[in-house]
């Protein structure tokens, strides 16, 4: 029988790729020449800044750079490398980027790292001019800001999944050990081998061991705004300090970074954009604490958040006398004990009391509590617990009902959030990205952000506003 399939060489393969690629990308590249020039973004700080850095006998322009970068993103090229190879065989795209020559991988290296606040104030100036524009195509899905937590995985040793696997297994030769001198005792082999992981990595302390995604690993925390188009708003990297306690559970610390993230990320924002106006947060149950409700009061924004189930526990809720002191759910006769103010970083400060039938020791330098309750009203060994904020009430006295049909409605819309933060990292390839440094990794995130709002400005001049974010359709 005959052989029906032709083999391929080399040269096949490379002239079906230059043809489908220059096809493509000629598409491409003649639209951004005629809808967008990035010179007219560009504030005159990142060119003083640029030109102080290199001089007048600089050997690419920054208009050069910066479209190199975008192309890199609308076309998912992984790697620096890759788009060198690409630049050096096309010259159309050399053309378009304005380079005499390609520049080396250093040249674009050493971009990201020093020019990081500069692409911070290009990405600002891009955010107000595409508002206008959001607002035209809907004005309705424009007055929604939707916030979210996301980590980019560093490219470090610790998330090799390897490394977990060997902390695993210590702790399980430690069980046994533990398991023969304490025989009635439980021993959790994953919270002790979590434990046990280094708070950050040994090769960049700024990629820290955090709960997202539904695993720990080693990320680049930041939190993210977006309109209900998926229009990038907002990129704050909340760079807090990493107080994972062995005593909570995975999810009760995101929920504690997520509650905490929020108001400086807003405020700062705001302060960026002083007259964007929104109608309308949504968030998930993340977000659901007292001082995010308060302050989203306070802007005239009305919060769509799910209640956390986490911080509505199923306890009895102590009543008030008409002092306004909380009394045991037990015996309303009892009121709680004052003990003093809670002052926790990056939230409200709090009236804490405590359960009337609890007594508070100081043995050995260290606090105790010695509960004398014969029926608590929580497995808590100090007993029950109470703090009160100011303004604890706008949880549950929201504007707009939680089972309304408009609630509901509005709610599912916050899984644009999620679909754009998608669509940055798959702009840098984070999955395949190799980039080890913190300040090149923020512009990473930047350049995408960037590439997501040149592409929303391509769509529209183009007369393809129904789909604002189909930037697969530039290059189809």
């Known amino acids: ?17 230059d043809k489908f690629y220059n096809q493509n990308q000629n598409d491409l590249l003649s639209l951004l020449d005629k809808f967008i020039s990035i010179s007219d973004f560009i504030p005159f700080s990142f060119y003083r800044k640029y030109y102080s850095n290199f001089g007048s006998k600089r050997d690419f ?26 630049l050096s065989i096309s010259s159309e795209l050399r053309q378009f980027c304005g380079f005499l020559k390609v520049p080396h991988k250093s040249q674009f290296s050493r971009f990201k790292s020093i020019f990081l606040d500069n692409l911070n104030d290009l990405f600002n100036v891009l955010v ?13 899905l424009s007055s929604i800001l939707i916030t979210d937590t996301t980590g ?24 046994k050990f533990f398991s023969k001198t304490n025989p009635n005792s439980v021993f959790d082999v994953e919270k002790y081998a979590q434990g046990q992981m280094p708070k950050f990595a040994s090769s960049n302390p700024d ?5 997202l995604n539904g695993h720990f690993g080693y990320f680049l925390k930041c939190i993210v705004s977006t309109n209900a188009l998926g229009l990038v708003r907002n990129v704050n990297f909340y ?54 409700y308060a302050y989203l009061h306070k802007k005239n924004i009305m919060p769509i958040i799910n209640l956390n189930p986490r911080n509505s526990k199923d306890l009895p809720q102590p009543g008030f006398n008409e002092i306004g002191i909380p009394l045991c759910p037990r015996d309303p006769s009892l009121p709680m004990n004052y003990d003093g103010i809670t002052r926790e970083k990056g939230r409200s400060d709090r009236i804490k009391y405590l359960c009337p039938k609890v007594q508070k020791l100081t ?20 007993g029950r617990i109470k703090q009160i904020t100011i303004h604890h009430n706008y949880r549950f006295n929201t504007a707009m009902p939680r089972d309304s049909l408009k609630w509901k409605k509005l709610y599912r819309l916050r899984t644009i959030c999620e679909r ?30 960037i590439s997501q709002l040149i592409s929303f400005i391509l769509i529209f001049k183009a007369g393809k506003s129904e789909n604002p974010l189909a930037i697969k359709s530039l290059i189809a």
């Open 1 to 17: 029988m005959p052989v029906s399939a032709k083999q391929l060489n080399f040269c096949d393969v490379s002239n079906d790729f």
């Open 61 to 86: 322009s920054l208009e050069s750079m910066l479209n190199a970068f975008i192309v890199k993103n609308i076309l998912s090229i992984p790697s620096v490398d890759l788009l060198i190879t690409i």
């Open 128 to 140: 107000d001019f595409t508002e206008d524009i959001s607002k035209e195509i809907s004005p309705f």
């Open 152 to 175: 980019v995985e560093a490219y470090v040793t610790e998330n090799n999944l390897k490394f977990y696997q060997s902390q695993l297994r210590k702790s399980k030769s430690h069980a």
């Open 207 to 211: 990629a820290k061991l955090t709960y």
């Open 239 to 292: 760079d807090s300090d990493n107080n994972l306690d062995q005593d909570l559970r995975p999810q009760d610390v995101k929920d504690s970074f997520d509650s905490k993230s929020l108001i400086p990320s807003l405020e700062t924002f705001f302060q960026l954009h002083p007259n964007f106006k929104f109608k309308y947060f949504l968030g998930d149950s993340g977000f659901d604490a007292d001082d995010n």
């Open 363 to 382: 043995i050995k330098g260290r606090c105790q509590y010695i509960l004398s309750c014969e029926d608590p009203c929580t497995p808590s060994k100090c």
């Open 420 to 449: 754009s933060i998608s669509q940055l990292k798959n702009f840098i390839q984070i999955k395949t990205s190799k980039v080890r440094n913190t300040v090149s990794l923020k512009s990473d995130i930047l350049f995408a952000c």
